[in-house]
């Protein structure tokens, strides 16, 4: 059961802040996102992307991170729970952020999200817990860390999210792009 790609939990919040509440199950609207979540709509709901540019495409409806992100935190010392990171889903069984973009996660019975970009840790992170910014963002060698943040996405069709739910990844055709920030 360990390699079964899932979903672990579901998590929402109606109002602009960092986390998010976990839920028995979430609805994906497509071209819109998870139903009665701030970032739900067609165009931007990113508080600072808003300001800068209230008419771009919602490419950030839905927030994804995997749980082994969230045991890694614990084992640091960090207490993380599942939305606290403001994901909207959280999965088990595959690497989110080695996924290319426009690879579509199919989830359930029926919904379809296609992944659009890295989620950059922001500087709330380190208001719920101190250092957890430089913890979620660093991993790997180089100048430039390896995000973990969890990965952003649109909605391409509707359906219930619960945990427990099978995910299938379709890749895109090649050549594959890495996932860049959104």
Do not use: W
């Amino acid at each position: 059961m360990q390699d079964c790609k899932r979903v672990v939990a579901v998590c929402l919040s109606p109002k602009h802040r960092l986390s998010k509440t976990p839920a028995l199950e979430i609805r994906a609207v497509a071209g819109l996102g998870i139903e009665g979540d701030a970032h739900y709509g067609t165009t931007t709901q990113h508080r600072y992307d808003k300001r800068k540019a209230p008419d771009r495409p919602n490419l950030r409806q839905v927030h994804l991170v995997e749980s082994a992100l969230l045991d890694d935190l614990g084992s640091r010392g960090f207490d993380v729970r599942f939305g606290d990171l403001g994901e909207n889903i959280v999965t088990a069984g595959m690497s989110l952020t080695a996924l290319p973009e426009g690879a579509i996660l199919r989830i359930g019975a029926e919904a379809r999200l296609q992944l659009t970009g890295l989620r950059e840790p922001c500087v709330l992170l380190d208001r719920l817990r101190p250092g957890l910014r430089v913890a979620v963002g660093q991993k790997g060698q180089g100048a430039k860390p390896f995000l973990r943040g969890g990965v952003l996405s649109r909605v391409l069709a509707t359906g219930f999210i619960r945990p427990h739910d099978e995910v299938t990844i379709e890749m895109p055709a090649p050549p594959h792009r890495p996932l860049g920030n959104v």
